[in-house]
């Protein structure tokens, strides 16, 4: 028998405000990378309010791996109408994810969800600090994807 899916917690995104912003979603293989990412994305903002930020790590059962249910649920939850914007660590979540959004899977995501093209930690924290702005999707994704060029040496 299946393991429940733990539906991410209530408390962990902001309710929508006059002012609605993109949402995001953390995906990485592992729970703790994830909720540590994002905890980590959500610190960078400093003082101000956070957008919709939720970590989607591991199985429905805790273990490595991803999971299609728990990834949905978050973007359902983080969903504010102005699109959502999903951050992979590798592999088989952007894979599960680009199912996801492709039109043979029965879960709607919600519209305008995209994938993110960036390295998972510095990339978290330009679209989290950007959809915590106000920026719309196009500038949320174009600051996660600008990530990658950031030279460290």
């Given at each position: 028998m299946?393991?429940?899916?733990?539906?991410?917690?209530?408390?962990?995104?902001?309710?929508p405000?006059?002012?609605?912003?993109?949402?995001?979603v953390?995906?990485?293989?592992s729970?703790?990378?994830?909720?540590?990412?994002?905890?980590?994305?959500?610190?960078?903002?400093?003082?101000?309010?956070?957008?919709?930020?939720?970590?989607?790590?591991?199985?429905?059962?805790?273990?490595?791996?991803?999971?299609?249910?728990?990834?949905?649920?978050?973007?359902?939850?983080?969903?504010?109408?102005?699109?959502?914007?999903?951050?992979?660590d590798?592999?088989?979540?952007?894979?599960?994810?680009?199912a996801?959004?492709?039109?043979?899977d029965?879960?709607?995501?919600?519209?305008?969800?995209?994938i993110?093209d960036?390295?998972?930690?510095?990339?978290?924290?330009?679209?989290?600090v950007?959809?915590?702005?106000?920026?719309d999707?196009?500038?949320?994704?174009?600051?996660?994807?600008?990530a990658?060029?950031?030279?460290k040496g």
């Amino acid at each position: 028998m299946a393991a429940a899916v733990e539906q991410p917690a209530e408390a962990e995104v902001p309710a929508p405000e006059a002012d609605p912003r993109v949402g995001v979603v953390l995906v990485s293989h592992s729970r703790e990378v994830a909720e540590a990412t994002a905890e980590l994305a959500k610190a960078m903002v400093g003082s101000g309010d956070v957008a919709p930020v939720l970590a989607a790590g591991g199985t429905d059962d805790g273990r490595i791996g991803t999971s299609a249910e728990l990834i949905h649920a978050a973007a359902l939850k983080v969903d504010q109408g102005r699109g959502v914007a999903v951050l992979c660590d590798m592999g088989s979540a952007v894979l599960t994810v680009q199912a996801l959004l492709g039109d043979g899977d029965e879960r709607a995501m919600p519209a305008d969800t995209r994938i993110v093209d960036a390295p998972f930690v510095e990339g978290a924290v330009g679209v989290v600090v950007t959809a915590s702005v106000g920026g719309d999707l196009a500038m949320v994704l174009a600051a996660g994807e600008d990530a990658r060029n950031y030279r460290k040496g």
